[in-house]
């Protein structure tokens, strides 16, 4: 599935038309999916197979699902599935936050 941003579908949407003939284009806002093209003469039967990585990768960004799990609704295999996110510069691993509050509790317990 092809992938651009808002800014880059400005600047050449007949790009972004030229994929969409082939194959569904997710558009992304600020790094995040947010809507799909779709050729009209395509079938949604067809655009079934390409649609699920997609929404597998969103739900994934969203942390609504394990990278496992959306791997497996995506219907990639799990080296495809993290090839696929990282065309889509998402994260796979997001830093924990709760180090700096947990160490501040302790400076705070032991001073």
């Given amino acids: 599935m092809y992938a651009t941003n808002v800014r880059n579908l400005k600047r050449n949407p007949s790009e972004a038309l030229r994929h969409a003939e082939q194959e569904p284009v997710l558009i992304l806002k600020g790094n995040q999916p947010n809507a799909i093209i779709l050729n009209l003469k395509s079938s949604l039967g067809d ?40 065309q889509l510069d998402i994260d796979l691993v997001i830093a924990d936050r709760q180090p700096p509050k947990e160490l501040e509790t302790l400076d705070s317990w032991l001073s």
């Fill in 47 to 86: 655009m079934d197979e390409q649609l699920k990585p997609a929404l597998a990768a969103s739900l994934f960004k969203d942390r609504v699902l394990s990278l496992g799990a959306a791997a497996q609704i995506s219907g990639l295999s799990l080296s495809e599935f993290i090839d696929h996110l990282t």
